[in-house]
């Protein structure tokens, strides 16, 4: 056997933490454009995502039964951390899942294969060229509910609370948009210490 000398070389760690999100432009023409588009759940999905800060898979293989209209809340029994979690929706998105056919399993069915997600990868594709977006993947729409929370004011264990992450390591990489509302969080509470 030959023994490979470049084993012996150590890897330099990889800084891959991305934090692309959308503005408040490019949100706005991106539903527009889903709103337009030949699937009917696409703007829904879009919103959910923008919304919730749930992943592609766990919106993909969401059921009907976790689903509570009357409370709001979706329920992802197994995420990618191995723990359930709670998705809060807003009013908007009940609205539209009322309007729905609640006959298939899943919401974001294939009409082909029912049992099956809806693969909408090229209608995404399509949806960003149409909206002017670029630079952008699916899951970049975590990324754009978690900075539209920290801009808002939410605190990193709130925006890790949202997304599910176990450690508060991966949300840190928001914490540079809180400053605006940590700045006035220590005014009001300190700004009339002399």
């Not at 030959?2 to 692309?20: A, F, G, S, W, Y």
């Not at 709670?86 to 974001?108: A, S, Y």
């Amino acid at each position: 056997a030959i023994d490979n000398p470049v084993r012996l070389v150590p890897t330099l760690k990889e800084d891959n933490v991305r934090t692309r999100f959308l503005s408040h432009d490019e949100v706005q023409r991106l539903l527009k454009v889903c709103k337009g588009t030949k699937w009917e759940r696409f703007h829904l999905l879009i919103l959910m995502a923008i919304t919730t800060g749930a992943r592609r898979s766990e919106l993909s293989h969401l059921k009907w039964s976790q689903i509570d209209l009357e409370q709001g809340l979706a329920y992802i029994p197994t995420t990618k951390n191995g723990e359930p979690r709670t998705l809060p929706l807003t009013t908007p998105v009940i609205t539209e899942l009322v309007k729905l056919d609640h006959q298939q399993d899943l919401i974001f069915n294939s009409k082909r294969h029912p049992t099956k997600p809806y693969d909408f990868t090229k209608l995404w594709l399509k949806a960003l060229d149409e909206a002017g977006i670029t630079n952008f993947r699916f899951h970049d729409l975590r990324h754009t509910c978690a900075s539209y929370l920290a801009q808002g004011g939410a605190s990193l264990l709130e925006i890790a609370e949202v997304l599910g992450h176990k450690q508060i390591q991966m949300t840190k990489r928001y914490a540079h948009l809180c400053v605006n509302h940590k700045k006035k969080l220590i005014n009001d509470h300190f700004g009339q210490l002399r």
